[in-house]
């Protein structure tokens, strides 16, 4: 088992809480507090799995094999998986201050961004949810990936692995229209893919870019709009400022929190995110979360 540092502020069940949110998923497993996913590492699907450890946590791979290259790989993408960079003591320090945050940073401690590393799958998963519930968004997810993604079984349980933009740029609109995507969302879907195939897009592209740099470049997809764009790159790159303005959720728990009537406007939600400058992504995620209760 290879062990992975922890920062201090790090609660790993708060983690395991947000990957466990739908019955539906088909990317990874949570069971005995623990998750198993699998990823194509050096050509060759695995399935590995991370636990809490008394250093830290603890990853092995429990399906495929891997080489030394192969397990720095996967350390390195955990760390990017649970997001185990950031420095959040600034956002604590700011969140304690604040009336709308407060009561969230204290229940919810340790929860950090469960991202994405692939911004194919982030940007293809933001697509499918548009417009749609959560629930009916994973049954879309669930049978993408399963007609078009790898697999390897472990533990009789098969670990998909989100499908190739090679793989989707050959998919044909009817095979998606009968999985029940909407026309649009297949055209979008397999446009992205093919703007990664020509190069238009990467996550190598968009490294060290400004977040307003960044969201122009995806925005020249079709399909990919503010939400999309900020949502890619608060799951993928960690952009702390990355702010899902439009995003009804997020409306939502800002109404519950305060007590209000109906949700709150734009304009409103706007200003009260101006005393959350450079923190805007992680305002957004614990705000999600207190949906959760």
């Not at 983690?15 to 069971?31: A, Q």
């Not at 250093?55 to 185990?84: I, P, Q």
């Not at 499908?163 to 979008?188: G, H, N």
Request: a positive charge.
């Amino acid at each position: 088992m290879e062990c992975i540092e922890t920062p201090e502020d790090f609660e790993f069940r708060h983690s395991l809480t947000f990957l466990k949110r739908s019955p539906k998923e088909v990317l990874h497993r949570v069971e005995d507090d623990a998750v198993t996913k699998a990823l194509v590492v050096e050509g060759k699907p695995v399935v590995f799995r991370v636990s809490e450890h008394k250093d830290g946590l603890g990853m092995e791979w429990v399906a495929g094999s891997v080489t030394k290259t192969g397990a720095v790989y996967l350390k390195n993408y955990v760390r990017d998986w649970f997001d185990l960079h950031t420095d959040l003591k600034p956002f604590y320090h700011m969140a304690r201050k604040d009336e709308l945050l407060k009561p969230l940073v204290k229940a919810y401690k340790g929860y950090r961004i469960v991202g994405q590393p692939d911004l194919f799958e982030s940007l293809v998963w933001a697509v499918l949810g548009q417009q749609i519930n959560l629930s009916f968004a994973y049954t879309l997810k669930s049978r993408f990936v399963s007609s078009f993604g790898q697999s390897l079984d472990w533990s009789g349980v098969p670990h998909y692995v989100f499908p190739t933009p090679d793989v989707v740029s050959r998919i044909r609109p009817e095979e998606l229209l009968d999985l029940q995507f909407s026309r649009q969302k297949a055209a979008y879907t397999i446009n992205i893919a093919e703007a990664f195939l020509r190069g238009d897009i990467s996550r190598e592209k968009l490294a060290g870019k400004t977040l307003e740099e960044a969201k122009a470049e995806l925005r020249k997809i079709k399909g990919v709009g503010n939400w999309t764009a900020n949502y890619a790159l608060m799951k993928t790159y960690r952009y702390p400022d990355a702010f899902p303005l439009e995003d009804a959720g997020l409306h939502n728990a800002i109404k519950r929190q305060l007590g209000l009537a109906s949700k709150p406007s734009v304009e409103r939600v706007r200003r009260i995110f101006r005393n959350y400058r450079g923190w805007e992504a992680y305002a957004t995620l614990y705000l999600w979360r207190s949906l959760a209760d």
